[in-house]
């Protein structure tokens, strides 16, 4: 999956936090406005309202809020999903996660923590279920994401956030491990930076290439 470049600027961006809408498979006008990533049922990414550069640092007005007091360099990220699930006794409601919500979030946040170099860890990648046990951040009973309807044996927010760094790191094995290029350095050195990207790229698709190519030479 590649990430439109509109979509993703460049600014500092310290953590990926994970969510659902408990609502239906599509994305309703409350859900484009507090998150800046949605998916829907069939696993298509939809841009939310804000820019991530609002979240940047301080937040600014107009930003996502999707997580309480928790938006400061923050992207939020959520499924359309689970609306009328319930917790004890668990039961998913009339709209279960389905694999694909669940496979293009993978590759998302894959792609984010690429762009952003954001190390892949319970303090950096998370869900809103794992906010306050990881940042010990207060929240009001949020249990999104800590079950997977098409994996039932995948119970509560530390299994399921496992899971999701698991799956994470395993998708980044296929993005390109580039090294920076430096300004200033002689253009043999260049050209051989330039090639190794190159040829670890081919596999990541074309826009993600020009994307690192272009990163590293600004």
Same mark, same amino acid.
């Given at each position: 999956?590649?990430?439109?470049?509109?979509?993703?600027?460049?600014?500092?961006?310290?953590?990926?936090?994970c969510?659902?809408?408990?609502?239906s498979?599509?994305?309703?006008?409350?859900d484009?406005?507090?998150?800046?990533?949605?998916?829907?049922?069939?696993?298509?990414?939809?841009?939310?309202?804000?820019?991530?550069?609002?979240?940047?640092?301080?937040?600014k007005?107009?930003?996502?809020?999707h997580?309480?007091?928790?938006?400061?360099?923050?992207?939020?990220i959520?499924?359309?999903?689970?609306?009328?699930?319930?917790?004890?006794?668990?039961?998913?409601?009339?709209?279960p996660?389905?694999?694909?919500?669940?496979?293009?979030?993978?590759?998302?946040? #894959?792609? *984010?923590? $690429?762009?952003? !170099?954001?190390? @892949?860890?319970?303090? /950096?990648?998370?869900?809103?279920?794992?906010?306050?046990?990881?940042?010990?951040?207060?929240?009001?009973?949020?249990?999104?994401?800590?079950?997977?309807?098409?994996?039932?044996?995948?119970?509560?927010?530390?299994?399921?956030?496992?899971?999701?760094?698991?799956?994470?790191?395993?998708a980044?094995?296929?993005?390109?491990?580039?090294?920076?290029?430096?300004?200033?350095?002689?253009?043999k050195?260049?050209?051989?930076?330039?090639?190794?990207i190159?040829?670890?790229?081919?596999? #990541?698709? *074309?826009? $993600?290439?020009? !994307?690192?190519? @272009?990163?590293?030479? /600004?």
């Open positions: 999956m590649a990430i439109p470049l509109a979509w993703i600027p460049d600014v500092p961006m310290k953590r990926i936090i969510h659902w809408t408990a609502g498979y599509h994305a309703g006008p409350e484009l406005a507090a998150y800046h990533f949605l998916i829907e049922g069939n696993g298509r990414l939809v841009k939310g309202n804000s820019s991530i550069a609002l979240n940047s640092r301080r937040v007005a107009g930003y996502a809020a997580t309480l007091n928790c938006n400061s360099g923050s992207i939020g959520s499924l359309c999903c689970m609306g009328g699930a319930q917790e004890q006794p668990f039961h998913t409601g009339n709209y996660m389905t694999a694909a919500q669940w496979n293009a979030l993978v590759a998302t946040v #894959a792609e *984010l923590c $690429t762009r952003y !170099r954001i190390p @892949i860890g319970p303090r /950096t990648v998370l869900s809103h279920a794992e906010v306050e046990i990881n940042l010990g951040i207060k929240q009001r009973g949020k249990w999104d994401i800590s079950r997977l309807p098409f994996d039932p044996g995948c119970v509560g927010a530390g299994a399921c956030g496992d899971r999701l760094r698991r799956d994470v790191a395993a980044m094995g296929t993005v390109p491990q580039v090294v920076p290029v430096s300004r200033g350095l002689p253009i050195q260049v050209v051989e930076k330039l090639t190794e190159l040829i670890k790229g081919l596999a #990541a698709g *074309l826009n $993600t290439l020009i !994307r690192e190519i @272009i990163k590293r030479l /600004t």
